[in-house]
């Protein structure tokens, strides 16, 4: 069976840090591009970062400079680190995993599998 769960979402202070966890389990990790999205209340899926089974990454400008993504093969974990986290980036973070290299990164559809979310909320 194939889960994706997240966790260390929570309440921060603007100008604070998370770290988001992302365990996977039921699927062959290390073949697949592991992204994060989120969503705020009445607004799309937004993508934020993916990064490939061999470390490529990329970034929305949204986020560039104060996320980071990265992954652990061996503990078929994958992270996202925010720092100078803003009020705007008050929404359920997801990750989601994608098999093979066709369809858009940045579209939720090209995605396989989706965890539950985690509610991340930054106050002024």
């Known amino acids: 069976q194939v889960q994706l769960v997240e966790s260390g979402g929570g309440l921060v202070q603007a100008g604070g840090s998370l770290r988001l966890s992302c365990a996977a389990s039921?699927?062959?990790?290390?073949?697949?591009?592991m992204s994060w999205f989120r969503q705020a209340p009445g607004k799309e899926r937004e993508f934020l970062t993916t990064i490939t089974w061999s470390g490529g990454l990329a970034y929305a400008d949204s986020v560039k400079g104060r996320f980071t993504i990265s992954r652990d093969n061996a503990k078929n974990m994958v992270y996202l680190q925010m720092n100078s986290l803003k009020p705007e980036d008050t929404a359920v973070y997801y990750c989601?995993?994608?098999?093979?290299?066709?369809?858009?990164?940045?579209?939720?559809?090209?995605?396989?599998?989706w965890g539950q979310g985690t509610q991340v909320t930054v106050a002024s």
């Open positions: 039921g699927f062959t990790f290390n073949q697949y591009i």
């Open positions: 989601a995993a994608k098999r093979g290299l066709t369809g858009s990164i940045a579209e939720s559809r090209s995605y396989d599998y």
